[in-house]
């Protein structure tokens, strides 16, 4: 189906591995790029070295904007600034995100941590909630961890030793059923799963239960814009909204086979249906967006490995498909940069890049600005591309591993229109 595909990465600079979201309060996420640059200019990194390639690029063109690179044992702590004419400056160190040893999401300010026992939970510098009780972690490897903290407008949730618990934002938390975790909020509550299981819930605020959505789900995603429940069940797509169930289409009308069950992925307003042949992109109402066949992957190594970049005005979206082959222990091949116009019934591949996968694990990020996308994957490969002139492409190989601060981590976006993605 797909390869590796990353759409929150988790942090965890100590103890146990969980997952934060924010639930029902959708906000444009943003990222401190450190403090504004007064009278002191940035410093000018004199390395890396410009390879013969990105100086071509250099003397063909300028980027359309300037883009950030944000890296450093906690990711965004160090800041450096691609300019338009590909020199790269170094930016003031910014200050830690988040506290010390907090586990926490890009793309959210959302953090928690274990403070002396107690579960403490806050957005940015600030502390929004502290349990009143003591959740004691005996190791790392404990099953007796808290994981998948889930902030709400008015409450929040969380697992700890397989028992879901709910607490207001200003009170104590309270356990409220076994086996359960949390997906996240809507109108009037919180959607649940089971552990080992397919139904899936609707709790109030105070964690009773309020309807079963479903009893047999093959695959479900939350879209935190809408504070929706897509999932997939009986061969048809549904979606909930509080209690409100309704169908959307049959998989078959979608022409998306039943098994095995299509991935969904909320983009924003938009939704992917990843099939093991087709790719199809619903609109909120359930209207069709595009559809696509699922490029031909050649080779064990491969598949869509991006999740979808919407354009501006949601006029098309893009994502990236590997392909590749095994040499000796590692894979070698390339990734190809695809544009799906809205009412289009098949992608058109724009750019292709040459790859030395990673051998534990490849992705790739693409975000907008304009008619311009801006590639990047885990390999530290950058490009440029002009959406409406391909030959207009910037490739910048190399650029950010060649960074001091870049090992434990980064992030590359337009400057100005943050977006975390953890390469």
């Given at each position: 189906?797909?390869?590796?595909?990353?759409?929150?990465?988790?942090?965890?600079?100590?103890?146990?591995?969980?997952?934060?979201?924010?639930?029902?309060?959708?906000?444009?996420?943003?990222?401190?790029?450190?403090?504004?640059?007064?009278?002191?200019?940035?410093?000018?990194?004199?390395?890396?070295?410009?390879?013969?390639?990105?100086?071509?690029?250099?003397?063909?063109?300028?980027?359309?904007?300037?883009?950030?690179?944000?890296?450093?044992?906690?990711?965004?702590?160090?800041?450096?600034?691609?300019?338009?004419?590909?020199?790269?400056?170094?930016?003031?160190?910014?200050?830690?995100?988040?506290?010390?040893?907090?586990?926490?999401?890009?793309?959210?300010?959302?953090?928690?941590?274990?403070?002396?026992?107690?579960?403490?939970?806050?957005?940015?510098?600030?502390?929004?909630?502290?349990?009143?009780?003591?959740?004691?972690?005996?190791?790392?490897?404990?099953?007796?961890?808290?994981?998948?903290?889930?902030?709400?407008?008015?409450?929040?949730?969380?697992?700890?030793?397989?028992?879901?618990?709910?607490?207001?934002?200003?009170?104590?938390?309270?356990?409220?059923?076994?086996?359960?975790?949390?997906?996240?909020?809507?109108?009037?509550?919180?959607?649940?799963?089971?552990?080992?299981?397919?139904?899936?819930?609707?709790?109030?605020?105070?964690?009773?239960?309020?309807?079963?959505?479903?009893?047999?789900?093959?695959?479900?995603?939350?879209?935190?814009?809408?504070?929706?429940?897509?999932?997939?069940?009986?061969?048809?797509?549904?979606?909930?909204?509080?209690?409100?169930?309704?169908?959307?289409?049959?998989?078959?009308?979608?022409?998306?086979?039943?098994?095995?069950?299509?991935?969904?992925?909320?983009?924003?307003?938009?939704?992917?249906?990843?099939?093991?042949?087709?790719?199809?992109?619903?609109?909120?109402?359930?209207?069709?967006?595009?559809?696509?066949?699922?490029?031909?992957?050649?080779?064990?190594?491969?598949?869509?490995?991006?999740?979808?970049?919407?354009?501006?005005?949601?006029?098309?979206?893009?994502?990236?498909?590997?392909?590749g082959r095994l040499r000796g222990s590692a894979a070698v091949g390339a990734e190809t940069i695809y544009v799906l116009r809205a009412g289009a019934h098949a992608a058109v591949p724009l750019h292709r890049e040459p790859v030395k996968f990673n051998p534990c694990a490849h992705f790739a990020s693409l975000q907008w600005r304009g008619s311009w996308l801006l590639y990047g994957n885990s390999e530290g490969t950058l490009a440029a591309i002009d959406v409406t002139d391909a030959r207009r492409t910037i490739e910048m190989p190399g650029v950010v591993k060649r960074l001091p601060d870049t090992r434990w981590g980064y992030s590359t976006y337009w400057s100005g229109q943050p977006r975390w993605t953890y390469l």
């Amino acid at each position: 189906m797909r390869a590796i595909r990353v759409l929150a990465v988790v942090l965890a600079a100590a103890g146990a591995v969980a997952s934060v979201s924010l639930g029902q309060s959708p906000r444009k996420h943003g990222v401190d790029e450190g403090p504004r640059i007064g009278a002191r200019k940035p410093a000018l990194i004199k390395g890396p070295r410009i390879s013969a390639r990105t100086r071509a690029a250099r003397e063909a063109g300028r980027l359309p904007a300037p883009v950030t690179i944000a890296a450093g044992r906690m990711l965004g702590t160090v800041i450096y600034r691609l300019a338009t004419n590909l020199s790269i400056h170094r930016l003031s160190v910014a200050a830690r995100p988040f506290p010390p040893g907090a586990i926490w999401s890009p793309g959210s300010d959302a953090w928690f941590k274990l403070q002396r026992g107690h579960l403490v939970v806050g957005r940015g510098r600030t502390t929004v909630w502290r349990s009143h009780g003591v959740f004691a972690q005996p190791h790392r490897n404990s099953a007796k961890t808290v994981g998948a903290v889930t902030v709400g407008p008015h409450a929040l949730a969380f697992t700890y030793d397989d028992t879901l618990y709910l607490a207001p934002l200003g009170g104590a938390e309270r356990a409220v059923t076994r086996g359960e975790f949390p997906l996240g909020w809507t109108s009037g509550g919180l959607y649940t799963a089971q552990s080992l299981g397919r139904e899936m819930f609707l709790r109030a605020y105070d964690g009773r239960l309020l309807d079963v959505i479903e009893r047999r789900t093959f695959d479900s995603a939350y879209a935190p814009a809408t504070g929706e429940l897509y999932f997939t069940a009986h061969r048809t797509l549904m979606v909930a909204h509080g209690t409100h169930v309704r169908r959307v289409a049959s998989l078959a009308r979608l022409g998306l086979r039943a098994w095995p069950p299509p991935e969904l992925q909320p983009a924003g307003r938009l939704l992917e249906l990843q099939g093991s042949d087709r790719l199809v992109v619903l609109r909120a109402d359930g209207s069709l967006f595009a559809s696509s066949p699922v490029p031909r992957i050649r080779g064990p190594a491969g598949g869509i490995d991006s999740s979808l970049a919407v354009a501006p005005r949601a006029s098309a979206v893009a994502f990236s498909a590997a392909s590749g082959r095994l040499r000796g222990s590692a894979a070698v091949g390339a990734e190809t940069i695809y544009v799906l116009r809205a009412g289009a019934h098949a992608a058109v591949p724009l750019h292709r890049e040459p790859v030395k996968f990673n051998p534990c694990a490849h992705f790739a990020s693409l975000q907008w600005r304009g008619s311009w996308l801006l590639y990047g994957n885990s390999e530290g490969t950058l490009a440029a591309i002009d959406v409406t002139d391909a030959r207009r492409t910037i490739e910048m190989p190399g650029v950010v591993k060649r960074l001091p601060d870049t090992r434990w981590g980064y992030s590359t976006y337009w400057s100005g229109q943050p977006r975390w993605t953890y390469l």
